[in-house]
């Protein structure tokens, strides 16, 4: 039985997408990791913590009361009974997730988490280490790519789409930042699991990555 699906990639690479979509198609939990963390960021910031205060950040980890509303649609995200799916999704909370993302003590408390929602559950998890470090036992292991260019001319287009002012050039170089953050920091880089399928969702719609995943999962 296909318990755990993991999808993994870069901001932009459709993961978000594609995972809700196939979470849905087969009726399976999904499990949207970057969200935790950027709960996480929104939390300490509203707690005045900052990244090197190690314990503290523990500590928060420890204590945080984090909700997924799943009868809604796309789910919401409650910190504290207070919905922060919009407040988590800021060009400042990109930037502070992807920071607050390289602390061991934030990454161990996370990965407990996922876990245990996972747990006898059948679940979509997509983030940047499902597949090499959260769920390296998966049968099921993807990993979304797309050129630099169109990966920034989405989340572009989801800014506008908002109704926030953005600059391509802004949202361009704030995506290449977190890239490198992402993929270069010493624990849990952003990489592809050596068993997972690769994909290039250049040229291909969130439906065609879609149709592809299931094929390969009745393989
Ligand atoms: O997927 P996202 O853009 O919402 O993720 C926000 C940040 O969280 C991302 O820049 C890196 C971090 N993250 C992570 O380190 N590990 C995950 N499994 C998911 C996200």
């Given at each position: 039985m296909i318990d755990v699906i993991t999808i993994d990639g870069p901001a932009g690479s459709g993961k978000s997408t594609v995972s809700r979509l196939l979470a849905k198609r087969l009726n399976y939990i999904y499990l949207d990791t970057g969200a935790m963390y950027r709960a996480v960021a929104l939390a300490a910031e509203r707690k005045d913590i900052?990244?090197?205060?190690s314990n503290k950040l523990k500590e928060l980890c420890r204590s945080i009361d984090l909700r997924y509303k799943t009868d809604e649609d796309p789910p919401r995200l409650l910190l504290d009974g207070q919905d922060i799916s919009a407040a988590i999704r800021t060009p400042s909370m990109d930037m502070l997730s992807s920071s607050i993302s390289s602390v061991k003590e934030v990454r161990e408390a996370m990965a407990i988490l996922q876990r245990t929602i996972s747990k006898g559950a059948r679940v979509v998890a997509e983030g940047r280490d499902m597949g090499t470090i959260?769920?390296?036992?998966?049968e099921h292991k993807f990993f979304l790519t797309a050129s630099h260019e169109v990966r920034a001319e989405r989340r572009y287009r989801e800014r506008l789409q908002r109704g926030e002012s953005a600059s391509m050039f802004h949202v361009s170089e704030e995506m290449k930042t977190r890239d490198l953050q992402d993929e270069n920091?010493?624990?849990?880089?952003?990489k592809p699991a050596k068993d997972a399928v690769l994909i290039d969702?250049?040229?291909?719609s969130p439906d065609e990555i879609v149709e592809k995943i299931i094929r390969h999962l009745k393989k």
């Open positions: 900052g990244i090197y205060e959260v769920f390296p036992e998966a920091r010493f624990l849990s880089p952003l969702s250049t040229l291909l």
